[in-house]
């Protein structure tokens, strides 16, 4: 005997209350530990968190060393209800956010796979232990994971009805997913493929399509792309760090998990600083080469046993 068939919108609405369910259970289970209401100082919470209320009181930094969507949208914005950095407004927008990710998955598997799939998908994303375990913590990975989310259903919906807005919606999408981590610009050549393969064939609309992806890719990051660049007197994107990230992470010496600075970082902050770069960075870590330490740090390479512990070094 045939069971009834499966009301889509409201076991969407299902997995919606779910996730939103077992992630303020995790908020309110971790609300009094250490790492939620008073981080670390070399943690990137703290960075987030001091970042935040300094540019709620006005104080901007000078350049914008990660990526800025999080410390200087996301968290400004949810201090409004607390002022002083109270931990419930970030964990219950996190929640919320988590939660709108999973409707997204359910959506985006349904139009790929069929609704039956759609719902299996929302619900497993619901419970997925670090996709809820990372919920009252002030990082960046809620946020990522709902733009990634965004950015595909985006892309699915523009290739099934290939409009000027979903293009639109795309190109906001990867923005957003951009100015949270930067390897989101991997994505941008698989997707300006995907536009050029989908619309080939009506160069009207095509060329409508890329006109909305890109104005809306390019309009949320320009503010933060021109401020670094008139501080650094060289055109920079919304992150200043490349380098600093690439010789931290991207380097024989480093190690894995990158929790020291390998001696590459040091060479790098020395040929800076011979450039004139800020002595202080936006995330409020001193540049290091300036010191003697650095400078002993870079020229021990024979016996590498001279390293500085990593302060704080959020992701890019």
Known sequence: ???????????????????????????????????????????????????????????????????????TLF?????????????????????????FTCLLATHTAARLFGKTTGIIAGLLLAVSKFHVFYTPFLL???????????????????????????????????????????????????????????????????????????????????PYSIHNSLNSNKLCGASVAGGKVLSLGNSPEAPAGGLEYPRTYYAWAEDEAAGGSHATSSTGRRASPLSSLSRSAVHCCSSGTQRKSRTTSPST
Request: proline letters at 5%; aromatic letters at 14%; a positive charge.
């Open 75 to 99: 968290l400004p914005a949810a201090y409004v209800f607390s002022p002083k950095g109270g931990v419930w407004p970030p964990m219950l927008l996190q929640a919320l956010v988590g939660a």
């Open 1 to 71: 005997m045939r069971g009834k068939r499966i009301d889509f919108k409201k076991a969407c609405w299902l997995v919606f209350a779910i996730a939103l369910l077992v992630r303020l259970i995790v908020c309110w289970q971790l609300s009094g530990t250490h790492s939620v209401v008073s981080p670390s100082d070399v943690t990137d919470m703290e960075t987030y968190r001091r970042l935040a209320l300094e540019i709620r009181q006005g104080h901007w930094p000078a350049v914008f060393d990660y990526q800025p969507f999080y410390y």
């Open 140 to 222: 960046l990975e809620v946020w990522f994971a709902f733009w990634t989310a965004l950015t595909l259903y985006a892309a699915v919906r523009l290739m099934q009805k290939f409009n000027w807005k979903w293009g639109m919606l795309l190109g906001a999408a990867c923005a957003g997913a951009l100015l949270t981590r930067g390897n989101a610009l991997l994505w941008t050549p698989g997707l300006a493929a995907l536009i050029l393969w989908r619309g080939w064939k009506s160069s009207k609309q095509m060329a409508a399509v890329i006109a909305a992806a890109a104005a809306a890719f390019i309009i949320p990051i320009a």
